[in-house]
Each structure stands twice: as structure tokens, then as C-alpha cells.
């Protein structure tokens, strides 16, 4: 990596972009981002726009000499870069909005990343990522690919299996998971240290330190109410706390869908009615977000972004990055190949675990905690639908798709799986030309 | 073992002991039982006179010279013999009817053997098997212990895992297919071979040759409707082509549990108020069956007993002790000790697979198709149930058995799993005692 | 398989092949071999027309209606066969001579199969293997190869890494090492169960049953002398008891080159002093067989072959393929791939093992031993070697060939592999290609 | 980890103590030691007064805080302490003297920690670390038990398998290679990053990184002569470069014995007639140095203390310790337990590789490369002679040790393992009680 540092930003027109902006503004010296390009398709032009200019605003506010590039040349942005972002969304709100719809039909739960809503968006995404990973692989083969485009463990799983770009999946619910203890200790988050478990949106904090000392049991067994521990995306419905003792672990935010599935899919009926899906919701957030980025006196990340959901993305983001630019060995809590950490799955799987970071990239860590029975059956039945989406979506299977649904623990029969499957494929049909051409792609 | 072959039934007064019988009589050249003991406990009493009457009716019919004894000390029974067959249900039909009414009172599929339901019978049956096995180990060290005590799958588990007797699970499943296959492809029953893989009463047929011919392929993709490919006890609810096709093997009938979850749900809350549970039909067969075994005249097993289930019982029974008295070496899928054939489960797993039969027991042969993802992760998630179960089971561990029930996927929350084992525990205080003495079982 | 059985039998030139013939023509009733093709090349065109006349006088005197071809054209041999047999010997055993002299230049054991004489085997033959059977995959894809030629374990991972044909390796060892307990127990062969695990001359005897009896642990502990449990190639160095004890499972022939390396190097650097290399030795036996097999009266095969070794070869190939001609599903030990059976072995190695034989080919069972630390150390480092050697063989991979010698327990150290190494691509120039051609094959 | 570290130092008498000592001082600020206590056993009397004055004098000249306290009560010295060392030598340098002579009467490499030699002194030296490790068990559980003592892989593994206390296997071989080659590249040591994979004294440099640009195949092909990457007891014979390139790694010091046995083995015994072994050698320069220690004058550790060997041995030691002590999350190469990393080797396997250091300990890093057969097949079988010389230390099992001596790739035949075995029991009776006494430990 020379000093001039080149990031490319792969749906730079996402509401989420200033958010990345005040990152590497603030961070500018320890990540000193030389030049940035946000790249977009032409559907997105005005909000490319918008963002690009709230950017160059924030940036000049920010007195940084990064020097910033708006394109719709994918293979501009990414030659010779040292980072590339993918932060897309195929098909926008308007198809998360089908995601959800769809399974909510069928009385399954309907979500963006979870079920048969992640299924969509992976179908959808997928290919399109191994599109950019052709791209990388051309025109900056030493490049990392920093994924945050969901279902993020997934695409790195099919990146991992299908090109030879490094690659790292990214989320936030890690980070907040640690922020949302630091607050719950009432101490500063460089004081809490976790061990994580799982997969990406299915992770399971094994461990808990606070400053330096063991507090899993006490915090799993301790009275005080839970709220808060949780994406905000999520119904906060509670943990009881017989449950979380004989599990030995805090689930994660997504865990609900799982563990607490009637409540949460009773909760979507209602709401289905009375305001629509979340992604109705995000649309109109959106909305307003966009147009208080027009604002020309607008030159930070406006505050209402927060509502939005991705707390804490730049953090997350600048810190790998960082990481990687200063070879610093630290830990944080990623996306990689499994390769025996996790022996109970394919050594292909990708995992979500603490990593030391270093300039070659994220290293998972062995585990000190035995991953048993009672993590194992729900991981395994995740990660084998995982599998069966990736061999869906790079190849346009059906069965593979049929299977996939039949697979996963949210979808409630394989007769379900069909009539979500169809629908699927009938909503989407511009999106997957894998499942409608008759040239596959691979 | 020495020709003077004894078995001891322990369960003797079930009704499906006349199936028993009618095998030893009619194979008795290959299988020469000289000393059968029959035991039962004392609450038990009435039926197993009248069973041991019919029996008795039934050995002087077939003119062998088969030598019989009705006890109630297990221990007499089980001293030197060479087979223990275990065929007891422990809080007899009255409990099965709680286990099959609890999982429903909260919309879960409520069955004997499989989700909640095979749950409370595991917890009831493991530490009687259990027990059983420390008079084996004392007094029989060489015996076999054939168990046919459902959950079957998890019993062999559990005696492997706590005991060092010789087990091997059975289960009539497996025959059924071979002759359900038979009928369909209009062949002799030794003209099929089918590859199985799995777990008891999750179990899929990989492979299918008839007369030496593959025809997995050509099956799976057929028109003719699978009316039959099931156990009597379950729904027959078609499978879809589509559905066979991408699953790629045969399921078994249980799998309708899961891959109809929905349907079956449905159908079982109307038979509930129509009919009452599958248990209660049982109880009305049953008196009606013991009725007719009082008949001095009978010296038959009576067609009636079709009715009950447990087709061919007595034939895998035979076959299996057979082929270990005779040192056969001929292949029968059975449930034993995983070890690496099923590279997918823990080794200590009990698995369902075809076996080589020989003096020292049954012997796993590798399989010859890959278990991808399409059939791991369901059998992955119910294996980690079965694990929990038999951790609860054997410990009287409340933490196990909520995990346990929450992650079996017929249970649809943490919240619903813990309101079944609270229902479970009160309902079957008596036959649970590891709950809730205070000296623990082992 | 149709009923007019074709049988290629590719260097049928073998002075091993008037056994093979005798097998063919005692057992026909059971395995009625119609067509049977004996291919050879130009080079050995003497020796098969030799071999050939024998065997026409052979079958004619049994009077079995076995049709014999004599051919040097490999495709037409293979076409349609049912099983293709590979007995072949690159470079003959002039070749052999070189391979048993070069180690011991350098104080290393000098042997056919084992070690750098093992090694240079591997380099002449695996490319023409898989070559024969890239026709196989063309003119007879449902065709079994059984693969004789040594080293048969090599052959055999080589076939099923590197060829869709399906193979089996076969060995006279197992077959001996039966006969040799049933001499020294003094029954029947077929009252001796025995298990092997392990590798292609590298294989254990774990258990011995005589008559149903396990008398494993009486027989390693026994007083008698185990003179004749050996391969008649090998010098038959007493085992020590307290070593049997202590390593609980029956060494075979092959095992005194490692567990005796020191004698053994001692007694062949003598024998090479007074009568040269077993090779030189088998050149005058078979000098003297050819002669002896063309006397036009001779229409039996003559017992002198007894002397050239290769005990019930003709029993263990007319057993394994008549086995799967007739389904038979019987236990054999033969080389197949491992997939999990010997956990501590990669799945795609070659493992030789009991297993179970029908019409699909051969099965391998689980094992009812432990393959502990006592065994594993050696079988792993002989099986990496045996991969190494492999990808030399293959690729033509000059550093994969030290590596693979200097890996093998037999090479003293890593200086003199290469010297090895270098003598051995010196004095094998013409079979060797891979290493000297530009343009190498895969 | 209260403020007031403890440290207790098992085998204190040691001549390498002083080299302990200089640590502590140097680096008292970031590693506060408060209390030192130096144990040893009534033998070691005046030694341990001799280092224990020494010491004295070099703390004050250090001029900082640590409470010095010589013991012979272990017990008195464990209570309480954060820290364990154990650098003890079971019946001294007679012991290894005699270690390094038997081998070699028959003609196999003598050494003290590799092959015979190392296995006798395991022998010797597991009993007597368990017994500790019960004292830390007892009185002070959440101690590190940081043990230098040698077979330092061997020990630590049977801690794992035979205790419950943390323990950190270390070695001075990590810390040398990367002062080596950062001496060859004419940097800073921490401008060279190593990725080792392995076992102790048996461990693979995989990635060489020389200011953040991977050097390790311009290494492995280079021209200049690798003098010098070795450890000062180790003949240095220089590496060959094909044999490096085919390997693809770097091995280290002690792979001489393995891929240079016969050059050793030649070296060995002419030494042996000259001067004798590296004991006797080592015998003289500890007169020496502890008459050099006696001068009241001396107040620094004397630099003729290089000679002796262990360089760097405080550093190492200081390093782990302190980064425990301070949660440095910085990256060692120790000793720990495999679980998964090296997936070729068991579960319970110590393993040495790259390791992130907390407050909970050594926690191996996945590795970037894969270890393949080139370095799995030695790796395997010195793993497998471990495991069997720790259930022969630890069961005094004659039968375990014949095979562990058996599977050893530097003893020459089960013949001679017989022999080597004799001698070491004949010659080291009052060492290994476990073998003569009739109540065995454990
Ligand atoms: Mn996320
Ligand atoms: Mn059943
Ligand atoms: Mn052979
Ligand atoms: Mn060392």
C-alpha cells in the first residue's frame, strides 16, 4: 500500500455515505484517504449528486485534502484502489419493501437479511458482487473488498467461493453490541471485551469483560431489563432470563426472529396493517434525509441520520480500514473464512468472530469457549441455507433456491417455500437474469 | 454365545408381542430361542398374563420347542441371556395422549416420537433404559440390548453415551421402504437396495436400485402419485415432484413433520376436536386388541393387530438378532454409533444407516452419495435437539431442556419452549424423578 | 453388467497371468468370463504370444467357453469390458533392478513397492495408468479397473484424483494374511475373521476372530513363532512379543522394512554382495517360467510360479470381481478411498481396508478399533509421502519428488533424497517424460 | 491480577536465573514484579544460594522493588503467585549426559529434547510438573504456569491433558528466528513479521514479512548462505536451496536432526570420541559461570552467560508475562493447545504458533497458510511419539514407551527402541518411580 490512499465507494449514492464521510474526515490522520470515488449506476444520478455534494461541503468544512470523484465508471473508481466499499442496494427500498411483503403473506416473518427476505436481496445481490469482484480482480488484484451489503456474511461466503478477492464482511451490530455494554457497565467501550460466535445477523456473545474481569455468568444470570440490546430495527422484545442461563450466552438483536419468532411475526401482522413494512418506513425516512441533504448549508452528517439505523457504520469501517493501512493488530469482530475455528462448519463457511487485523487482513482467533449443542443446531441449520442461497444465486438453481427456503428455520414448509420462491421470482424478474436468461452466469 | 439362546423381553405385556412371538415361531430354525422370558412391572400385571397366555397358546401351536417365562424380576430375566429386547413405555398411553395434547395446547405438532412430544418420552424413558443397562452390564455383559423403545434414535444415543452395553437401535421404518418400494416397482422385496442416511425417523433414502438398477433419479422425477410412502400414523400428504426432485432423495414418513409442518399442524388441531389425539385412537385399538388375546381360541396373532402399527416389527426384530447369531454379514439399516460415516454429526452421534450384520454386532458401511447441504442442516439442528434431550434426560437439567425444546424446529419460540417443559414437568411429575429429587441420577 | 462378461487384462504378458487364466477357467461357473482380452505392447510382444498359447491350452483343457484375444490395441481391448485389469511393469524388471539398487547405494532400503524404490515405481507407472484410463472413460465408463500393479495404494488415490474411472486396488496381502492364520490356527480360511486397517502395504491386523472367537489379545501375547506371517519377498524377521504386546495389532510383511529398518538394510546390502537385488533373482525365475510355459504340453499352470510370489492372486481378482458380478456383498479387503473411515487420513486417500463388495463396487466398513497414536504416526508420514509422490508423478514436479522422498521414513535425510532423486530421474530417462518434456502432462 | 505481582521461579538454582533477573529489572516498570520467589529442592542448596545472592546484588544495583525470597518450600513460593516458571532439571546435567550418550550406542542422534534423549528426559520431568501443578491448582488457581522447561511441547501438552492450570509452553527458538532474520535483513526486529506453524523445536517458518512486503519466496530462493538460523547446540549445516524452495518454508533449527540425520548423526559421534556430548560441554561452562557467579563483585548477569545457550530466554519470558499482565494484545509464538488450528494434528495436541496475548492468555491465531503434506507427514509422526511419551511418563507404561520410542523417525527399528528403552529405565531408576513403584501415579 503506497501513502496515496485510493478508496472506491460501490453505491456511494446510499443515505449512508456522509456517515462514511465524517469517518474519514475525522480519522483523516491516522486513514489518510487521498482519493475518494463514489461510484453509482445512472438510476441513481441525483442522489449521487446530492451526496456528492453534501460530501465536498463536509470535506472542505473538514479541511482534509481528500480529494473527492463522482462516477458512473465502476472500473475508474477501482483501479489501483486500496479499499473498495460495496454499500449497494439492487433494486432499492422498493424491493426490500417486496422482501418483506412477500414471506408476511405466508405467515412467515418477512425482514430485510433474515428468512426469506434475505433470501430475495442475497438472489438479487450476489451476482452483482461477483461482478465487482471481476472488476477488482482486474484492476486491483491486491485491493480489499470491505462488504457491508447485506445478507454480509452470505456475499462473503459466495466472494470467498466464487473469486480470489480478499474480502472482509462487515456489520455493526458487533461494534454496538459493544457500545450498548459499555453503557449498561457505565463504562467506556475500551473497557468491555467480548467474544463473539456465529455468523453474521446469528452471532452469539460468548464472553463478557469488563475491565479485565469475567462477568458473562453474573450479567446472563443479573436482574436489570435488557432493553437496549438490540438493533434498532428489531421489536425489543425481552429476554427471559432462565432462557438466557441455560443458553450461556447473549444472543444477538436478529436472534429474536429465532428464538421469539410467534411474538415477532405477530408483531409484523399488526404492523403490515397499520403502517406497512420497515422498509415503508426506511422510504420515508429516506425521503426526508435526502432532502435535508440538499441543503447547501448543510456541512456535517445531519443528526437525523441516525434514525436511519446503521449507528456507528463509519466507526466500524474507518476501523478495519485502519487497521489494515497501519497493520495495527488489534481485534475487532468481522466476516471471514472459517477454516476450523467454528470445527462444527464447512471450512468454507464464512464466520463472524473477533480477528486480529493486520496489513494481510482479518485473522480469526480460536475461541475459548466451546461452541455446543445448544448454539450448534440452530448455526448449523442457518449456515447449510446459507450454502444453498450462494449455489441459488450464482447459478440461477431453482431447486437450490427451493431447497434453501425449505432449509431455513423461518420458513414453515416446504409448500410455503414454494409459494414464497415463486413470488420471489415473479417480483423480481429484472433483477435475476441468473433464474430468466438462458446463458447462466458462473 | 452358546446355542441355548436366550431373549428376554422387557415390556413382555405390550400388545405388539404377539408380532414377536408369531417371528420366533415361524424363523425358529434359523433363530432357536430356548429360554424367552417375558417381563414386566407389576402395574402391569393383567396385560401381560394375557399376553403371556396367548403366547403360550401360540408356542404350542407352532409345535417349537420355545421355553417360556412370565416375570417381574428384571433381573432373573436379563441373567445370561444373549438378546435384551427393550419395548416398554414408561407412563404407558395415558402419558403418550399428555405428549401429543401439550405441544398442540401452544400450535406446535404434537407427536410421540418427534418434536415436544418424543421430548417428554425421552425424558421419561432414558433413565429407566438406563438403569436397565447397569443389570445388563451386571449380569449379561454379552447381551445385546435390541431397543425398540421410542425416541429410538436418541435411547441408543443415550446408552452409548452412559453405558457400555452393546446396543442397537431398530426401528420398522426402514423395512417399511424396502417394502413399500417393492409394491411400487412390483418386485420382490430382496430386489430393492436403497442407501439410507440419517437419524431415526429423520431419515432419507439416497439411493434406490431395483433388480441391480439405479432409478433414484427416474423415481424422484416420476408422476406416479407416493400414496403409501409413509408410516400409518402420520398424514399421508403428498410430496411434491418439484420439491423430490431438488431434495434429491426420498423422505422418510416423519419428514412430514417438518417439510409439512403447516399442513400437519392443521390437520392435527381438527383431528384433536373431532377425534382426539393419535393416542387416544391407540387406547381404543388396544383394549379392543387385549379383548380379543383373552380369547382362548386364539392361538394366532390376530390380523386386528395390523391396525395398531408396527408393520414387520417382528421381521426387523428377527432379521437383526438373526444375522448376529448367525454371523450373517448381510446389511440392515439400523441405529448405532456415528464415528465418521455421517462426517456431519458429532462421532458420538446415533445415526440410521445401512449396516454389515455380523457375531459382533452392526457395522456401518460408508455411504455413497455426499450429505450436502440440503439434508444437513435440518438433520444438523434435530441432532443438536437430540443431544440436549439427552443431557436434560440423564441430568434432570432444566437449562438443557429449554435449549432443547427451543431448538427443536417444531418448537416455535424460547417463550413456547418454556411454557411445553413447564406443562411437561407438572404433567409428568411421577415419571420424572431426576427432576425433582434431590439426588440426581448419575 | 450384461451377461457376456468381457475381461481386458492390460499387460497380460505377466509371467502372473497363467494364474489368472487358472482363476478364469475353475470359477467360470460362478464368473462366466466370454470375452477376454490379454493387450499388451510391441516390447513384450514374445512374452504375450507366449503367454497367450499357454492360456489358449489352458482353457481348452477346462473346457470353458471363455474367447481369448491377443492384442497390442489398447482401445479395442477396453471397449465395453466390464472389468479392465492393470498388471503392468514400466520399464520391466530391468527397471525394477535400478529401483532396488539406487536406495541402497546411499544405506537406504532398496525395495520394489517401498520406500525410493516405491517411489520410482510411482514416477514410471501413475501416468501411464491414468492414461489407460482416460480410455477406460471413453470406451468403457461403467467399467471397474482393478488395479494390481504396484504400488496398487498409489495407483489407486492417483485413479480417484485423477480420473472419473472407477477403481479398486488390490493386493495379495490380505488375502495371505488369512491363509496364514488359518494354517496357524489350524482351520478352515474361512473360519478366520480378521480386521486390517490401514494403508497399501502398510496395513494392521486389529482384530483376529477364529470360529466366531476373538482371539486377538491371545494370539499377540502367544509364545509360538510367527515364521511364514510374511510376504515370501521379505526377510522373515522374528516380532517381538513384548512389541506385539505393546502395539496390540498384527504388523504385516511390509511392516519389518520400518519396525526392523536395521536388519533389514543389513541383510540386503549383504545379499546384494553375494546374489544382487531380488530382482536379479525374479529375472532368472521368470526366465525359467517363460521357458517352462512354452512347452507345448504344458496346459496346466506350473507350480514353479508358486515361486515367483503373488500367492492367490488369481483367488483375490476372480473374488473382488465376481463379488460384484454377482452382488454378492461379502467382505473383502481392498484399496478404496478413505472418507472418513480412518479419521486421522485426508478423505481422498487411499485407504486398505475390510469392505464390503457388490455390485456398485467395494464399500469400506467402519472400524471397531481405534486407530490410536501407536499406529497413526507411521501410517500418516507414509501417507504424506504417498501424496507427495503423487503430485511428483502427475505434474513432473522435480520439488514435490524430494519432498516426497525426503517425507519417506525409509530416506535417511533430506541430502540424500536428492541424491536419490537425481539418480533415479538419471537412470529412468525414458519413462519418465513428465520430467523431461516441455510440455507436461495432467 | 492484583498490583502486587507474585513470581515464583521452580528450578531458581538454574544458572539461566540471572538472565531472568536482568528482565525483571530492565523492564520493572511495565512488569512490576514485587515478590520473587526462587525455589529449588535440597540438592540444589548452594546453587540456589549462590544464584540467590547474585540476584540480591542486582536488584539493588537495579535499584528497584523486588522482595527477593529463597525457598525450598514450594508450596510457600506457589500461594498466591500470578506467575509460575519452571525451568527445573530433573537429575541434572548427569541425567542428560547419560540423555544424549544412549542413543548413540546405537547408532541413533542423541539429544536432549529431540528423539531418546528427549523422551527420557519427559520421562523424568512430566511426573514431577504435574506434581507442581497440583501445588498451583491448590494455591494459587488463577495463576499462568509459564514453563520453559524442556521437552517444553510434550510438557505443556500433558499439563492440558492432565491438570486444569493455565499453562503457556515457551521457547527461546520463536524469538531467535526473528532476531535472525532480522540480523540477515539488516533491520529492526520488529520490522520482520513470521508466520510459524509446527510443534516445539519442530516448527515451520511459513511467511517472512520485512517491513509490511512478504519476502518469503525471494528468501527461500536466495543465494546468501543461511549460517547463523540455527540455535547454538545444533550443527550447522547449511540448508540446501532446492530443498528450501521445495519446502516452501523455513524450517528451523532442530529440523537438522530430521532432514540432516545422517550428517548429524556422523558429526555426533566423532564429537562424542573428541569431546564428548553437549552435556559435558555444558557441564564445564556452568562450573565456570557459577564460579563467576560467586564474585561479590558481580552485580550484572555476566556475558559469559551467552555461551550457555537460552538466548533471548528472558525476553521471551518477560514478554509473555508482561503482555498477560498488561492485556497487551500483541503477538507470540508459544505453546498452547491446538483445537482446530493445525487441523492435521489432534484437538488436545500444544501446537507452537503465532498466538494473540491477553489478560486470559495465548490464543492462536488461524493461519494464512495451509500446511500440506510437504510439512504434515514429519509433523504428524514426532506428534504421535508425543502423545505415546506422555502416556508413558504419566502411566509409567512400558508398552506406551517402547511404541513412542518405536514411532520416533530418529530411533532406527522397534529392535532398537527396545534397547534405547532398557538403558533409559536401566540408567535412570531413581528418576522414574512411576515405572519401579508398584502404586502408579495418576
Ligand atoms: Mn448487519
Ligand atoms: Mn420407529
Ligand atoms: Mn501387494
Ligand atoms: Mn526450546
Request: with cysteine.
Amino acid at each position: 500500500m503506497k501513502n496515496g490512499l485510493k478508496v472506491a465507494v460501490i453505491g456511494g449514492g446510499s443515505s449512508y455515505t456522509p456517515e462514511l464521510i465524517e469517518g474519514f474526515i475525522e480519522r483523516h490522520e491516522e486513514f489518510p484517504v487521498q482519493e475518494l470515488f463514489l461510484v453509482d449506476i445512472n438510476e441513481g444520478k441525483e442522489k449521487l449528486e446530492t451526496i456528492g455534494e453534501l460530501a465536498r461541503r463536509m470535506i472542505q468544512k473538514g479541511g482534509v485534502p481528500i480529494h473527492l470523484t463522482l462516477t458512473f465508471d465502476r472500473e475508474e473508481a477501482i483501479k489501483g484502489a486500496d479499499f473498495v466499499i460495496t454499500q449497494l442496494r439492487i433494486g432499492m427500498l422498493e424491493a426490500r419493501s417486496r422482501d418483506e411483503r412477500i414471506p408476511l403473506r405466508y405467515q412467515c416473518i418477512g425482514q430485510e437479511t433474515t428468512g426469506a427476505g434475505g433470501f430475495a436481496k442475497a438472489l438479487r445481490t450476489i451476482p452483482v458482487i461477483l461482478d465487482i469482484c471481476r472488476d477488482i480482480a482486474k484492476y486491483a488484484p491486491e485491493a480489499f473488498l470491505i462488504n457491508f451489503t447485506n445478507p454480509a456474511g452470505v456475499v462473503t461466503e459466495a466472494v470467498n467461493k466464487y473469486s480470489t478477492v480478499k474480502v472482509i464482511g462487515l456489520c455493526n451490530l458487533p461494534i454496538n453490541t459493544r457500545k450498548q455494554l459499555a453503557e449498561y457497565f457505565n463504562v467506556e467501550s475500551g473497557e468491555i471485551e467480548i467474544e463473539m460466535a456465529g455468523i453474521n445477523h446469528l452471532n452469539w456473545t460468548t464472553k463478557i469483560r469488563v475491565k479485565n474481569k469475567d462477568v458473562t455468568d453474573s450479567f446472563l444470570n443479573g436482574e436489570a431489563d435488557l432493553k437496549g440490546f438490540n438493533m434498532n430495527n428489531i421489536p425489543d422484545l425481552e429476554w427471559n432470563r432462565d432462557f438466557l442461563r441455560a443458553l450461556g450466552a447473549l444472543p444477538c438483536g436478529y436472534h429474536r426472529y429465532y428464538y421469539k419468532e410467534d411474538e415477532v411475526l405477530k408483531h409484523q401482522l399488526e404492523q403490515l396493517q397499520e403502517t406497512g413494512t420497515r422498509a415503508d418506513e426506511v422510504k420515508k425516512v429516506e425521503a426526508a434525509l435526502f432532502k435535508r441533504y440538499q441543503d447547501p448549508n448543510l456541512s456535517i452528517k445531519p443528526p437525523e441520520l441516525a434514525q436511519r439505523g446503521g449507528a456507528f457504520y463509519s466507526e466500524a469501517a474507518v476501523n478495519i480500514m485502519s487497521s489494515i493501512y497501519n497493520n495495527k493488530k488489534d481485534i475487532q469482530t468481522v466476516n471471514v473464512q472459517n477454516n476450523g475455528i467454528l470445527s462444527c462448519l464447512p471450512e468454507t463457511a464464512s464466520i463472524e468472530v473477533n480477528c486480529m487485523i493486520d496489513r494481510q487482513g482479518a485473522h480469526p482467533i480460536q475461541l475459548t469457549t466451546k461452541i455446543d449443542a445448544r448454539i450448534r443446531g440452530l448455526l448449523q441449520m442457518v449456515k447449510a441455507y446459507e450454502e444453498l442461497t450462494i449455489e441459488a444465486a450464482v447459478h440461477g438453481d431453482y431447486s437450490m433456491g427451493l431447497l434453501a427456503l425449505t432449509t431455513h428455520p423461518l420458513v414453515k414448509s416446504a409448500s410455503v417455500a414454494e409459494k414464497i420462491l415463486q413470488d420471489i421470482l415473479d417480483e423480481n424478474k429484472t433483477f435475476l437474469p441468473q433464474f430468466f436468461s438462458k446463458s447462466k452466469t458462473v
